[in-house]
Nanobody
């Protein structure tokens, strides 16, 4: 079974940077596209960024130019480099992989950006 584990969250001041990691197991990781999502408690989930199996990337307008999604297939890990963080980036961040029509989600990692 596919398992995804996020890490790298924490508390950071506005303008700071964090790098999130999503470590995958139980999948031929390199064959599948993956995404980062975020959710503010009590609000609906928001798509943040995606990356294809060959490394093509796309971003939500809210993070374009500040966040960079990448993957290291040799390490079965996806990353989200988050620069120039803003208080509105505060959320729980989740990675997602779709394999054979089934979405697999990590447990999330919390980002808090203070003013």
């Amino acid at each position: 079974q596919v398992q995804l584990v996020e890490s790298g969250g924490g508390l950071v001041q506005s303008g700071g940077s964090l790098r999130l990691s999503c470590a995958a197991s139980g999948s031929i990781f390199s064959r599948y596209a993956m995404d980062w999502y975020r959710r503010v408690p009590g609000k609906q989930r928001e798509w943040v960024a995606g990356i294809t199996s060959v490394g093509t990337t796309i971003y939500a307008d809210s993070v374009k130019g500040r966040f960079t999604i990448s993957r290291d297939n040799a390490r079965n890990t996806m990353y989200l480099q988050m620069n120039d963080l803003k208080p509105e980036d505060t959320a729980d961040y989740y990675c997602k992989l779709r394999q054979f029509g089934i979405d697999y989600w990590g447990q999330g990692t919390r980002i808090t950006v203070s003013s």
